[in-house]
């Protein structure tokens, strides 16, 4: 199933736009007045050139600190190499701009995995005359180390260090720190939830790297392995109830059981005790010894 990765970052930066503009551009946020910030519908447009139609991401009206005026900030996440996507953002200012005529501050995110100069400006011009010098502010994600960010107890950042630059081997000390940044924060379970999905839909661990995690978070002080471990177990127990329900609703009573079995061995296999795995999956002890 293809991932929806304008939906997904659509969703993150609307429930934390002001963190995103303070970890990102903190001489933007500045002079933005939060208390006035509304999110506008989305917007389509259809490029006749070449017959496609483009969504706007993000769309933010809000205020400038001591100003009454409203201005709009539009946020365009680009999970994809496009080497005409200057050109789209000014397509899209011009468009906007005709019909909100406000001022507007376009930002580009870069969310692919490639590493490459992304320009942040459209130009026309001649010879003898420079007609247009369109820029947009920019962050390419798979630039920013990632260690850089474990130290800020922001949510932006911790989900975004998905999407950063890592290495394979680093994936598991990755995880490490995302969940104790979650735990620092202490947010509710709704936005725990939300960072949580986006994080592990793009940095996905294997058996024995959730093994590695475990062994490695049960080496933590008391107080914060206890907390990590808490927040694995629940996210994992939500996880495996929804599945239940699912295949409940299937009414796959068969099925069902060997989905039970499946996930109990997966949970020994990452290290769970067996009365751990007989609580979430309501299988009896004898029968978890015997999947051993």
Same mark, same amino acid.
């Given at each position: 199933?293809?991932?929806?990765?304008?939906?997904l970052?659509?969703?993150?930066?609307?429930?934390?736009?002001e963190?995103?503009?303070?970890?990102?551009?903190?001489?933007?946020?500045?002079?933005?007045?939060?208390?006035?910030?509304?999110?506008?519908?989305? %917007?389509?447009?259809?490029?006749?050139?070449?017959?496609?139609?483009?969504?706007?991401?993000?769309?933010?009206?809000?205020?400038?600190?001591?100003?009454?005026?409203?201005?709009i900030?539009?946020?365009? &996440?680009?999970?994809?190499?496009?080497?005409?996507?200057?050109?789209?953002?000014?397509?899209?200012?011009?468009? /906007?701009?005709?019909?909100?005529?406000?001022?507007?501050?376009?930002?580009?995110?870069?969310?692919?995995?490639?590493?490459?100069?992304?320009?942040?400006s459209?130009?026309?011009?001649?010879?003898?005359?420079?007609?247009?010098?369109?820029?947009?502010?920019?962050?390419?994600?798979?630039?920013? &180390?990632?260690?850089?960010?474990?130290?800020?107890? &922001?949510?932006?950042?911790?989900?975004?260090?998905?999407?950063?630059?890592?290495?394979?081997?680093?994936?598991? %000390?990755?995880?490490?720190?995302?969940?104790?940044?979650?735990?620092?924060?202490?947010?509710?379970?709704?936005?725990?939830?939300l960072?949580?999905?986006?994080?592990?839909?793009?940095?996905?661990?294997?058996?024995?790297?959730?093994?590695?995690?475990?062994?490695?978070?049960?080496?933590?002080?008391?107080?914060?392995?206890?907390?990590?471990?808490?927040?694995?177990?629940s996210?994992?127990?939500?996880?495996?109830?929804?599945?239940?329900?699912?295949?409940?609703?299937?009414?796959?009573?068969?099925? /069902?059981?060997?989905?039970?079995?499946?996930?109990?061995?997966?949970?020994?296999?990452?290290?769970?005790?067996?009365?751990?795995?007989?609580?979430?999956?309501?299988?009896?002890?004898? %029968?978890?010894?015997?999947?051993?």
């Amino acid at each position: 199933m293809a991932i929806d990765h304008d939906r997904l970052f659509k969703e993150l930066i609307t429930t934390f736009f002001e963190e995103f503009l303070l970890l990102f551009f903190p001489h933007v946020h500045e002079h933005i007045d939060f208390q006035h910030v509304s999110f506008l519908s989305e %917007e389509l447009f259809t490029d006749v050139t070449v017959g496609e139609k483009y969504r706007v991401d993000l769309l933010v009206e809000t205020k400038l600190k001591g100003e009454d005026s409203l201005i709009i900030v539009h946020i365009e &996440n680009q999970s994809y190499v496009q080497p005409s996507f200057p050109e789209r953002m000014f397509i899209y200012f011009s468009r /906007l701009f005709e019909k909100y005529r406000k001022r507007m501050l376009p930002i580009a995110v870069f969310s692919y995995d490639s590493l490459r100069r992304e320009p942040s400006s459209f130009t026309l011009q001649f010879p003898f005359f420079d007609v247009l010098h369109f820029q947009f502010l920019t962050v390419e994600l798979r630039k920013q &180390n990632w260690r850089d960010y474990i130290r800020h107890d &922001n949510p932006i950042a911790a989900a975004l260090l998905s999407k950063m630059g890592y290495t394979e081997s680093e994936r598991v %000390e990755l995880k490490k720190q995302f969940l104790r940044m979650i735990v620092r924060m202490e947010l509710d379970e709704a936005k725990q939830r939300l960072l949580i999905g986006f994080f592990e839909t793009y940095v996905k661990l294997s058996d024995e790297e959730e093994q590695q995690l475990r062994n490695e978070v049960n080496e933590m002080e008391t107080k914060e392995k206890e907390q990590v471990l808490e927040l694995i177990i629940s996210y994992e127990k939500k996880a495996l109830e929804k599945g239940l329900k699912e295949g409940v609703e299937r009414g796959l009573q068969q099925g /069902l059981q060997q989905e039970k079995r499946q996930i109990a061995k997966k949970m020994l296999a990452k290290g769970y005790d067996v009365q751990t795995i007989h609580e979430l999956t309501e299988l009896s002890v004898e %029968e978890i010894e015997r999947l051993k």
